[in-house]
């Protein structure tokens, strides 16, 4: 029969491999979080470029189109070739603003570190009930 005085070194023993295991999950889930922050800073900033760069482009080609319409629709109808021209460049916004709308809708911040943080606790729980 062990007495109180063995089971306390166990106990002591259990503690501190239980610590130790915390801290390195923390460890590990702290490293898959500054992994996947800096894989979002560098995808926004891409995205950024590419949105500015696609921007820049498509105000080129539409000021040129504008132009080449207007310049051939100048002895026929010049007020309704701008009309025109309005209505056309006012859907395009709206569709894109819709689009815009729905990607920030659907935007999921560290959807990994989320989910492995829910694994842990859910395993927690089951190791301690």
């Not at 979002?40 to 949105?51: G, T």
């Not at 070739?81 to 603003?97: E, F, G, P, R, S």
Request: hydrophobic share 50%; charged share 20%.
């Amino acid at each position: 029969m062990e007495t109180s005085s063995d089971t306390v070194p166990h106990l002591a023993d259990a503690s501190k491999r239980l610590a130790q295991r915390a801290l390195v999950i923390c460890e590990n889930r702290l490293e898959l979080l500054m992994v996947e922050v800096q894989e979002e800073r560098e995808r926004i900033l891409r995205a950024i470029w590419l949105v500015l760069g696609a921007a820049a482009f498509c105000l080129l080609a539409g000021i040129a189109l504008t132009v080449v319409i207007v310049v051939a629709l100048w002895q026929q109808s010049l007020i309704a070739a701008l009309l025109i021209l309005t209505a056309l460049y006012t859907i395009a916004a709206v569709c894109l603003y819709g689009r815009l709308t729905r990607l920030q809708r659907d935007w999921q911040t560290l959807p990994t570190t989320l989910d492995q943080l829910r694994k842990d606790r859910e395993c927690l729980e089951r190791n301690l009930n």
